[in-house]
């Protein structure tokens, strides 16, 4: 096995299938946010969560200048969102498109299957990324949560197979 290039080596990861996800945050101006699928969830107890944001990032900076973020797990139907927050669109013409709400000093995207609000615990660096770690404050799901957006081989799915009980609990 040979070290790969970048590309090979973007093309590899890809094939990890992602759920899609908005990360966001307050600066004075308004809400920021950005598209993001490196975003994990980390401890049960206490009950952590985990994004990795490129040091590029504007919404890096708000993060990180708020101590607090949300997380909003995109829909099958917001593939649009996930398009428009992956550019460097003015936080305005993004946040203008969608319907969001303030919960807890952190804007969520309305219409999204879950959020996730969270404190800033860690910045860690890790090579052109930082991987933010965050405290739990506050979770919400809808009831019956529609399907979600997935991102795999650089192009946005849905899932098409049948649901599998598994194995439970890990
Ligand atoms: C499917 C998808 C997943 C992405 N995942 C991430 C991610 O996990 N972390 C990240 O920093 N950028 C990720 N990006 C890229 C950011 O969305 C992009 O750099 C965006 O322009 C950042 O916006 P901002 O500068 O307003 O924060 C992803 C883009 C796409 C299309």
Redesign the pocket.
Known sequence: MAAPDRNEFRQTVGLLP?G?TV?SAFQDAGP????????CSLSLEPMMML????L?????E?VREAGRFGISVLGEGQRAS??L?????E?EE?WGSVRWRDRLGVPIIEGSLARVVCDVAEIIPGGD?VIVTGEVLEVEADDEPGEPLI?HGGL?RRLDAEADPGAGEF
Request: one cysteine or more.
């Open positions: 992602t899609v990360v920021a946010g950005a598209t993001a699928s490196a975003v994004v990795c944001l490129d590029g990032s504007r919404s890096l708000v996930a398009e927050f992956a550019t460097k669109a936080q993004k990324h991102y946005f």
